[in-house]
T-cell receptor
Framework: TQLLEQSPQFLSIQEGENLTVYCNSS?????LQWYRQEPGEGPVLLVT???GGEVKKLKRLTFQFGDARKDSSLHITAAQPGDTGLYLC??????????????WGLGTSLAVNP | DTGVSQDPRHKITKRGQNVTFRCDPI?????LYWYRQTLGQGPEFLTY????????KSRLLSDRFSAERPKGSFSTLEIQRTEQGDSAMYLC????????????FGPGTRLTVT
């Protein structure tokens, strides 16, 4: 069974602090997505990483895909209250015949306090 | 707005009643997914369509759950004889084949079974 483990599960920080969220697996993924979800809404796609070692930036958010494509990280610089939400990672299976659905992490619930 | 839409946004029903939810995907997307999500957790895969064909259904899904996508466009998810344990957010997502499995979510339908 493929699993994606996210850590930490909960994070409460002050505005202006930096943070990193991790997404780890023993499986190889052909691509990995990061989503943010606000209460009562569906997840919103932030970024897709495809190549091992790839780094993508989205304003204050930096996403990295591990060299072996088994793990990823999300770093937020100078967090703001608007960053509050549930951050989810999801990986597309590398194995042939199992490439139609995403494997989801359980999420990191982030609260940024003003 | 050309995103994924879901109807209704909220549904309160009594135990034992049947409910049906509708999802309208992004028009050119041929893949459609249904998920269930409980508070603070990641999405749990329920079922997946490619065009009108239902290609996969979670083994966790009981026989009380059924989904259709009759013309390869909108989809419905029906829950028969609802139970209190069915209370959750039901999410629909769509994707376009060959786009690194990026999924675009609707706002969800919040089901409360009393």
């Amino acid at each position: 069974t493929q699993l994606l483990e996210q850590s930490p599960q909960f994070l409460s920080i002050q505005e202006g602090e930096n943070l990193t969220v991790y997404c780890n697996s023993s499986s190889v993924f052909s691509s990995l997505q990061w989503y943010r979800q606000e209460p009562g809404e569906g997840p919103v796609l932030l970024v897709t990483v495809v190549t091992g070692g790839e780094v993508k930036k989205l304003k204050r958010l930096t996403f990295q895909f591990g060299d072996a494509r088994k793990d990823s990280s999300l770093h937020i610089t100078a967090a703001q209250p608007g960053d509050t939400g549930l951050y989810l990672c999801a990986g597309a299976s590398h194995r042939a015949g199992n490439n139609r659905k995403l494997i989801w992490g359980l999420g990191t619930s982030l609260a940024v306090n003003p | 707005d050309t995103g994924v839409s879901q109807d209704p946004r909220h549904k309160i029903t009594k135990r034992g009643q049947n409910v049906t939810f509708r999802c309208d995907p992004i028009s050119e997307h041929n893949r459609l997914y249904w998920y269930r999500q409980t508070l603070g957790q990641g999405p749990e895969f329920l079922t997946y369509f490619q065009n009108e064909a239902q290609l996969e259904k979670s083994r966790l899904l009981s026989d009380r759950f059924s989904a259709e996508r009759p013309k390869g466009s909108f989809s419905t998810l029906e829950i028969q004889r609802t139970e209190q344990g069915d209370s959750a957010m039901y999410l629909c997502a769509s994707s376009l084949r060959g786009t690194s499995y990026e999924q675009y979510f609707g706002p969800g339908t919040r089901l409360t079974v009393t």
